[in-house]
């Protein structure tokens, strides 16, 4: 990538903007295999502005018959955190997400079970009131779950439920999807 052409490149933050932390109590993973082939996972379209390097505005689009996993991570224990490895000069971001979900209804664990092995991408749900996701995963590079984890609880104060663990490698540390929630292709 030919960053010259962006014309605005800078890190910076505004005194009394609101960046609340965390992500909202929404999301959903979608295997790659759910995608219309080749043309269903949509990526940024280049641009003159920071901004453009991460924002996806197209719509996901899905095979027919075939829809978005949705996940209810629980504020207070979910998040996403990056940071960039490899060698000098040849960087890649590292991005993990953790998403708690307080259940272990046999559909949460089926559903823990039949996810494990697939790779995809991961949108959750951005805590600004935006509407806009945070998407883990791309064409490129894929997200994948990495780890499940949970249990019943142990005693009267014991914490029910698992927390799945999902990574991604790509180019920016996450992209920003502001399209449509992908339905099934009709």
């Not at 010259?4 to 295999?33: C, R």
């Not at 991570?73 to 040849?90: R, T």
Request: proline share 6%.
């Amino acid at each position: 990538m030919d960053y010259g052409t962006i014309t605005d490149l800078g890190l910076s933050f505004g005194d009394g903007n609101e960046n609340p932390s965390g992500v909202a109590e929404h999301g959903f993973f979608i295997p790659l295999s759910f995608f219309v082939d080749g043309t269903g996972l949509k990526a940024p379209t280049a641009g003159t502005t920071a901004a453009s390097l991460v924002e996806i505005t197209g719509d996901h689009v899905l095979k027919a018959g075939k829809a978005p996993i949705p996940i209810t991570p629980l504020f207070s224990k979910s998040g996403i955190n990056w940071e960039s490895v490899g060698e000098e000069l040849s960087q890649i971001f590292q991005t993990g997400a953790e998403a708690f979900i307080p259940d272990n209804s046999s559909k949460s664990l089926g559903t823990g079970q039949a996810i494990k092995n697939y790779r995809g991408i991961l949108l959750i749900g951005k805590n600004d009131g935006s509407n806009h996701f945070w998407q883990l995963g791309s064409q490129m590079i894929a997200a994948k779950v990495t780890k499940i984890q949970g249990g019943t609880g142990v005693g009267p104060t014991g914490e029910v439920g698992s927390k799945v663990t999902f990574q991604s490698h790509g180019a920016a540390p996450v992209y920003v999807y502001k399209g449509a929630v992908p339905a099934p292709a009709v």
